[in-house]
T-cell receptor, first 115, second 114 residues
């Protein structure tokens, strides 16, 4: 079945530093990937849609200069949280669109803690 | 806009009890409907899906039927197990620009007691 690997699963960083999160589709090519943010005990909030070879589409209210998305290949999208602050602490989840199955496969998530 | 309304939790059941988690959606177009499950500290796993009216999705004893007349996609299981304890999300597919996106319900925390 389709597998999406997200790395790292947990990261702790200092305020002001940048953190990169990787999302890889292991056994299929994904022209479209999605990045979500999930607050404790809440639903997923779509942050942006990542399209291979083009700029990401950000949802309203999401700062594109703070959350940099790069989708350089059909199997890899990265989310970089720049100049992180404690309020950026959250659970970030990616998903990859599998065109062959017509559905999204999710990564296991990244718990970011900014101290 | 497109939305999904899901039964609020938390839901606590005894093992072997019957489970229903209600989900309704706004009826814009003919969306695909999904149920995802999230175990503690993990991402989402697709539990089941239905792509058109009257379709029934099923997996691991869970079922949900796409009801266009009531715009519902309620999740049911006849006999829950402790291992079913998780958060369940109902979702619908929407069309936005070049990529079809998912809209999620608020999630329902299920705890099954032995």
């Amino acid at each position: 079945g389709a597998v999406v690997s997200q790395h790292p699963s947990r990261v702790i960083c200092k305020s002001g530093t940048s953190v990169k999160i990787e999302c890889r589709s292991l056994d299929f090519q994904a022209t479209t990937m999605f990045w979500y943010r999930q607050f404790p005990k809440q639903s997923l909030m779509l942050m942006a849609t990542s399209n291979e070879g083009s700029k990401a589409t950000y949802e309203q209210g999401v700062e594109k200069d703070k959350f940099l998305i790069n989708h350089a290949s059909l199997t890899l999208s990265t989310l970089t949280v720049t100049s992180a602050h404690p309020e950026d602490s959250s659970f970030y989840i990616c998903s990859a669109r599998n065109p062959g199955q017509g559905q999204d496969t999710f990564g296991s998530g990244t718990r970011l803690t900014v101290v | 806009g497109d939305s999904v309304t899901q039964m609020e939790g938390p839901v606590t059941l005894s093992e072997e009890a019957f489970l229903t988690i209600n989900c309704t959606y706004t009826a814009t177009g003919y969306p695909s409907l999904f149920w995802y499950v999230q175990y503690p500290g993990e991402g989402l796993q697709l539990l089941l899906k239905a792509t058109k009216a009257d379709d029934k999705g099923s997996n691991k004893g869970f079922e949900a039927t796409y009801r266009k007349e009531t715009t519902s996609f309620h999740l049911e299981k006849g006999s829950v197990q402790v291992s079913d304890s998780a958060v369940y999300f109902c979702a619908r597919g929407i069309s936005s620009g070049s990529a079809r996106q998912l809209t999620f319900g608020s999630g329902t925390q299920l705890t099954v007691l032995p």
